[in-house]
């Protein structure tokens, strides 16, 4: 039961950063991905012999790097913005999509905040 609550919990994790700027499809995507995320960093953890008895860091920690990352994957053009001008709304332009439209420096930027 922990492993299953986990899992959802990391799906939920997983689209936390893209839940404004994916579509329906994209966002259950990356939950989906997410939960397979969490198993793998779990089981990461117990072989490296880490102790983490709640899974803090394979749920918060890997699904929220992957989360984060897939904002790059499937950001939509029509609702990913880097700013607000107060007046025309937004301003990000065509070139700051994520790679299923196109655009490579949206997944980036992602990844150098990540690092």
Do not use: R
Not at 51 to 77: E, I, N, S, T, Y
Request: hydrophobic share 55%; with cysteine.
């Amino acid at each position: 039961v922990p492993a299953i609550c986990n899992g959802i919990l990391a799906g939920l994790v997983s689209i936390t950063a893209g839940c404004a700027c994916m579509l329906p499809w994209a966002a259950f995507l990356t939950g989906f991905i997410g939960a397979f995320v969490y198993y793998g960093a779990s089981k990461l953890m117990l072989k490296l012999q880490i102790d983490d008895p709640l899974d803090a860091f394979a749920v918060h920690g890997a699904c929220g790097f992957w989360g984060v990352l897939a904002v790059g994957v499937f950001g939509h053009p029509e609702f990913v913005g880097f700013g607000w001008d107060g007046e025309n709304g937004d301003v990000a332009g065509e070139a700051h999509t994520g790679f299923l439209y196109g655009g490579s420096t949206l997944f980036a930027a992602q990844l150098v905040a990540l690092i």
